[in-house]
């Protein structure tokens, strides 16, 4: 079974500078998706931004990009700029890529709780 | 273009009883999937529904069942709740049980 671990409960960042959100994943597939997603206090899980395993370009999404080390098997996220509206729960997801048992449901790390100081 | 929509937003229940949950995908969605969130914890899949099937299931007793209607809107049912039932109950969708999943704002369910 596929496992992820963020391993920073809490990260705070002053507006306007740039932050770093840990994620490391366990697994014996070579082909998959991983993903991160943004939980304000409203409680809707948002999707920030998706990387295919297979691909060796780290995907961006505006202010957001990645870092990707396959072989680590780590997947940062980093956020520049950082805005007060970006404060919220941050979640790692893993995906398997093909069919099989369980392979398309989303395994979640536990998250890290972004703080943005003005 | 309407999201994932789910309903009620909150609900209180006692012991023992049943709860139905709804959800209704993003338009030209036809998978959803079903997640429990404790508090503090990331999400735990429950199971998946495609073509009004159960496509796939978490590690959740039987207590936990569901249904997908024609129009690809999904209930999830809970029988005999427990206190450890207590926890945000969120829906998600994709076009197709492969493609990136959707979440929509959850149900709070408090057991009591």
């Known amino acids: 079974a596929q496992t992820v671990t963020q391993s920073q409960p809490e990260m705070s960042v002053q507006e306007a500078e740039t932050v770093t959100l840990s994620c490391t994943y366990d697994?014996?597939?070579?082909?998959?998706?991983l993903f991160w997603y943004k939980q304000p206090p409203s409680r809707q899980m948002i999707l920030v931004i998706r990387?295919?395993?297979?691909?060796?370009q780290n995907a961006t999404e505006n202010r957001f990009s990645v870092n990707f080390q396959k072989a680590a098997k780590s997947f940062s996220l980093k956020i520049s700029d950082s805005q007060l509206g970006d404060a919220a729960m941050y979640f790692c997801?893993?995906?398997?890529?093909?069919?099989?048992?369980?392979?398309?449901?989303?395994?979640f790390g536990k998250g890290t709780k972004l703080s943005v100081i003005p | 273009d309407a999201g994932v929509t789910q309903s009620p937003t909150h609900l209180i229940k006692t012991r023992g009883q049943q709860v139905t949950l709804r959800c209704s995908p993003k338009?030209?969605?036809?998978?959803v999937s079903w997640y429990q969130q404790a508090l503090g914890q990331g999400p735990q899949f429950i199971f998946q529904?495609?073509?009004?099937?159960?496509?796939q299931r978490g590690n959740f007793p039987d207590r936990f069942s569901g249904h997908q209607f024609p129009n690809y809107s999904s209930e999830l049912n809970v029988n005999a709740l427990l206190l450890g039932d207590s926890a945000l109950y969120l829906c998600?969708?994709?076009?197709?049980?492969?493609?990136?999943?959707?979440f929509g704002p959850g149900t709070r369910l408090l057991v009591l």
């Open positions: 998600a969708s994709s076009r197709q049980v492969q493609e990136t999943q959707y």
């Open positions: 697994t014996s597939e070579s082909d998959y998706y």
């Open positions: 990387q295919e395993a297979y691909k060796q």
């Open positions: 997801a893993y995906r398997s890529l093909y069919s099989g048992a369980g392979s398309y449901q989303l395994t």
């Open positions: 338009s030209g969605h036809d998978t």
């Open positions: 529904y495609y073509e009004e099937e159960e496509r």
